[in-house]
C-alpha cells in the first residue's frame, strides 16, 4: 500500500544483555477466535518443548520456516495467493504478497535470536495488510530479554491532521497534569517534526513495516497513539530512556522537549479532545453498559436521543434491551438518534462461537428493514480443522441450541463440508456468520417490534473497524440513515484463527500466527475489507477543528435535521 509523505503545513516533505535476563514474552493481540493447533504436519500434542530454553535454529531451519511461511499464507489467508496457486484471488489492494514477503526472508534467515525472528516475523505478518491479526507469543516459543518502559507512556498524546490525504502530519492533541516544566513551551496543535532523533517522515517510514492496518487512515491513527508508547511489536533502537520530540509551533517555532515514560496509570490528561455534547447530559436511571452511553438533551423541546457507542461489547443484548425499555418508558422511540461510534470499536457483542449480535442492536436502532453483510470461508487445511472444531463443539453443547446455532451447524456440516470435498476455493456466500439469518436467507432482516422510529444519524472515524466497519456499511449501503465524518478503519472477516506456529523441521513452537479465513461482503455486493464505507458527509479531524470536532459533528446534524442547540 503506498502511503502519502507526511508533511508539516508550510514544511517540504523530509525525506541489554539477552542472556542476562530474560522473561517469557507476552505480546499484545486481540483474538477473534483462538485455536492453538500445530502447523508444519505437528499435531497440538507433538514432543513438549516449553520446558525447554528457546532454540532460534539453524538457517535452513530458519529457511524452512520462511518457505512453509509463504506456502501457507497463500493456502491459508483469505488476502493472499500465489498467481499460480489454484486458491489464487487477486489482493484486493493489489499487493504482491509474495513478492512483499520475500523482501524479509533473508532476514528471517539471518535471524540467530528469539529477538531477531519476532521482529521479522512481525514484518512478513503485516505485508497483508489486515489490522485483525497479528503475530504474539505462545506457550514454549520465543523468549525476550527485559525491556525498559515497556508498557509505559509518555505524558503526552498526538492525533492526526486530515486535511490533506497527501500530506497528513500530526499534532499536539492532550497534555498530561502536573508536567509544568517539561511541558510548558507545548501547545495544544503544535506539530510533530521529529521523533528520537528521527524526522518525522523518517520515522513513520520505519514504522510503516511493524504496524498491521488496513487503511491508509487506520495507520495515521494508530501511529499517532503509538509515538508516545512503548510497545513490544517495535525494536528497541527505535525508543531512548526518555521520548525526545521535536516539535513545531503554530508561529513556525522549532524546539525540542524530552520527557519521561511512566505507568499509564499514574497520568492524569487534561482532556483536551474529549467527546463532548453542549447541551447534552448523561441520562438519569439507565445504567452503565460497556456497549454505549446514553445522553439526553437538557432542552425538553429538542427530540434528539444520543448514543456514545463504546463497541459491540459481551453486554450489548442486555445494553440493547434496558435502552429500548428505558426508551419506551420515557418516550423517547420516535426521537431523531444520533450515534457516535467515532470512538467505538468492534467485538461479537457476547455471540457464541463468534457469530456476531450487531444485527440484534441495528433491528432496535431504526424502523427499515436492510440487508446485512455476507461472509464465506476459504478452503484450507486449518479452515477445515476448525470447521470441524465448531461443528463438535456446537454438537457438543448441553444446553438447547439456538436458532442461529442451528444456522451456522447447517451450513458448516453440508455446505461447508461440499466446499471442502469438492476442493472449491471458497465456500457460498451466506449472512455473515449465519447470525441474522440461515443460509437460504436474502440477508433481509426485519425491525423488531419496538425500535426508534425518528432517523438515524451515523458519526464514523477510522478509529476502529470490524464490526463497526459492518455497523457502517449496513447503514450506508442500506441508506438506513445520514453517516458523517471519515470512514472506518476499514477492515472485516469472517473467523480469523491463531496457530502456534513451529519450525518445520523439528516441530518446535515458535510464536501464535493469525489468518483471515474469510471475506466479508458489503450489502452492495463489495468486499468490505480495504474498502470501508464512505460517509455522506466527509468532515476530515484536523488540528483546527479538533477541539470542537464533535460539537462541530452534533451542530452540524442538528441543522440538517431543524434542531439547534439551546
Not at 493456502?75 to 500465489?82: H, K, P, T, V
Not at 423488531?448 to 455497523?471: E, K, N
Request: aromatic content about 10%; overall charge negative; glycine content about 10%.
Amino acid at each position: 500500500m503506498k502511503r502519502p509523505t507526511p508533511v508539516l503545513p508550510g514544511a517540504a516533505a523530509e525525506g541489554g544483555s539477552t542472556a542476562a535476563r530474560r522473561r517469557r514474552f507476552t505480546g499484545w493481540f486481540v483474538p477473534l477466535v483462538l485455536v492453538t493447533i500445530g502447523c508444519g504436519g505437528q499435531a497440538a500434542d507433538s514432543p513438549a518443548s516449553q520446558d525447554l530454553t528457546f532454540d532460534p535454529g539453524t538457517e535452513q531451519d530458519r529457511a524452512a520456516l520462511f518457505d512453509y511461511l509463504l506456502e501457507k499464507t497463500m493456502e491459508r489467508d483469505a488476502y493472499a495467493s500465489l498467481a499460480d496457486h489454484p486458491l489464487y484471488r487477486a489482493h484486493p489492494l493489489g499487493i504482491d504478497v509474495e513478492s512483499e514477503m520475500r523482501r524479509y526472508r533473508d532476514e528471517l534467515v539471518a535471524a540467530d535470536t528469539d529477538e531477531k525472528i519476532w521482529f521479522a516475523l512481525q514484518k512478513i505478518s503485516n505485508i497483508r495488510r489486515d489490522r485483525h491479526i497479528r503475530v504474539h507469543a505462545t506457550e514454549g516459543g520465543l523468549t525476550l530479554p527485559e525491556r525498559p518502559n515497556l508498557g509505559k507512556q509518555a505524558p503526552i498524546r498526538f492525533a492526526v491532521d486530515y486535511g490533506r490525504l497527501e500530506a497528513p502530519f500530526m499534532f499536539v492533541a492532550d497534555l498530561a497534569e502536573g508536567f509544568q516544566d517539561a511541558l510548558s513551551q507545548v501547545a495544544i496543535g503544535d506539530g510533530l517534526v521529529a521523533v528520537n532523533g528521527r524526522s518525522f517522515t523518517e520515522y513513520a517510514d520505519a514504522m510503516d513495516p511493524y504496524q498491521n492496518y488496513s487503511t491508509r487512515n487506520n495507520f495515521w491513527w494508530h501511529l499517532a497513539n503509538e509515538v508516545t508508547r512503548v510497545v513490544d511489536y517495535i525494536p528497541p533502537e527505535y525508543y531512548g530512556e526518555r521520548l525526545t520530540l521535536g516539535l513545531r509551533s503554530r508561529a513556525g517555532r522549532d524546539y525540542v522537549v524530552e520527557l519521561p515514560y511512566l505507568d499509564p496509570s499514574e497520568i492524569k490528561w487534561q482532556g483536551h479532545g474529549e467527546r463532548e455534547y453542549p447541551g447534552f447530559t448523561r441520562a438519569p436511571g439507565i445504567g452503565t453498559y460497556d456497549t454505549y452511553t446514553l445522553y439526553l438533551p437538557t432542552d425538553p423541546n429538542l427530540r434528539i436521543v444520543l448514543l456514545q457507542w463504546h463497541g459491540f461489547a459481551p453486554d450489548l443484548v442486555e445494553a440493547v434491551d434496558r435502552l429500548m425499555e428505558y426508551a419506551e418508558q420515557h418516550g423517547l422511540l420516535d426521537r431523531h438518534l444520533i450515534v457516535d461510534n467515532t470512538r467505538g470499536g468492534g467485538g461479537t457483542g457476547g455471540g457464541r462461537w463468534e457469530q456476531s449480535r450487531g444485527a440484534y442492536a441495528i433491528q432496535r436502532l431504526q424502523p427499515r428493514p436492510y440487508r446485512t453483510t455476507f461472509g464465506n470461508l476459504k478452503v484450507s487445511d486449518e479452515m477445515t480443522r476448525r470447521t470441524e472444531e465448531l461443528i463438535q463443539q456446537i454438537r457438543a453443547k448441553r444446553a438447547p441450541i439456538s436458532r442461529e446455532e442451528r444456522w451456522l451447524l447447517e451450513w458448516l456440516e453440508e455446505d461447508v463440508r461440499q466446499a471442502i470435498e469438492e476442493g472449491r476455493r471458497y465456500t457460498n456466500d451466506v449472512p455473515h456468520k449465519l447470525y441474522a439469518g440461515s443460509k437460504w436467507s436474502d440477508g433481509i432482516v426485519e425491525p423488531a417490534p419496538v425500535h426508534f422510529r425518528g432517523g438515524l444519524t451515523l458519526w464514523l472515524s477510522p478509529f476502529g473497524g470490524s464490526h463497526a466497519d459492518q455497523f457502517a456499511a449496513i447503514v450506508r449501503d442500506n441508506e438506513l440513515g445520514y453517516t458523517m465524518g471519515m470512514p472506518e478503519g476499514g477492515y472485516s472477516n469472517t473467523w480469523d484463527l491463531v496457530t502456534v506456529l513451529r519450525f518445520p523441521t523439528s516441530g518446535r513452537p515458535i510464536v501464535g500466527y493469525m489468518w483471515s479465513l474469510g471475506h466479508t461482503i458489503r450489502p452492495n455486493g463489495e468486499m468490505l475489507q480495504y474498502n470501508p464505507a464512505e460517509p455522506h458527509e466527509y468532515i476530515p479531524q484536523t488540528r483546527d477543528n479538533y477541539l470542537e470536532y464533535h460539537k462541530n459533528l452534533l451542530e452540524r446534524t442538528l441543522r440538517r435535521i431543524g434542531g439547534g442547540i439551546t
